[in-house]
Nanobody
Framework: QVQLVESGGGLVQAGGSLRLSCAAS????????MGWFRQAPGKEREFVTA????????FYADSVKGRFTISRDNAKNTVYLQMNSLKPEDTAVYYC?????????????????????WGQGTQVTVSS
């Protein structure tokens, strides 16, 4: 049974930083493309970033490009989201997601339908 467990959320002032982690278990992590999505109150869940199973390819939403960095440590079965220069509009529940089919990272991964497994989410609140 695949489990994705996010951690690292919290309350931070605008301009601050947080690092989210997503620990995966249940399948071979190195086969999984991983993504981060977020959902703000009253809004649809939206794509934030994704990383290929190899770690070579990454995608970012325009709204976070240059501020957020996705990375992975296959030895620890964990994907990270380093968030710098946080803004109040980054406030949301952040979810990690996984696709274990070892496919090339394409624009499909901007969409929830590309992922088979989801974590429970972690709250990030950025105060102004």
């Amino acid at each position: 049974q695949v489990q994705l467990v996010e951690s690292g959320g919290g309350l931070v002032q605008a301009g601050g930083s947080l690092r989210l982690s997503c620990a995966a278990s249940g399948r071979i992590f190195s086969s999984a493309a991983m993504g981060w999505f977020r959902q703000a109150p009253g809004k649809e869940r939206e794509f934030v970033t994704a990383i290929s199973w190899s770690g070579v390819t990454t995608f970012y939403a325009d709204s976070v490009k240059g501020r957020f960095t996705i990375s992975r440590d296959n030895a620890k079965n964990t994907v990270y989201l380093q968030m710098n220069s946080l803004k109040p509009e980054d406030t949301a529940v952040y979810y990690c997601a996984a696709d274990y089919r070892k496919r090339p990272l394409t624009s499909d991964y901007y969409y929830e339908s590309a992922y088979d497994y989801w974590g429970q989410g972690t709250q990030v609140t950025v105060s102004s």
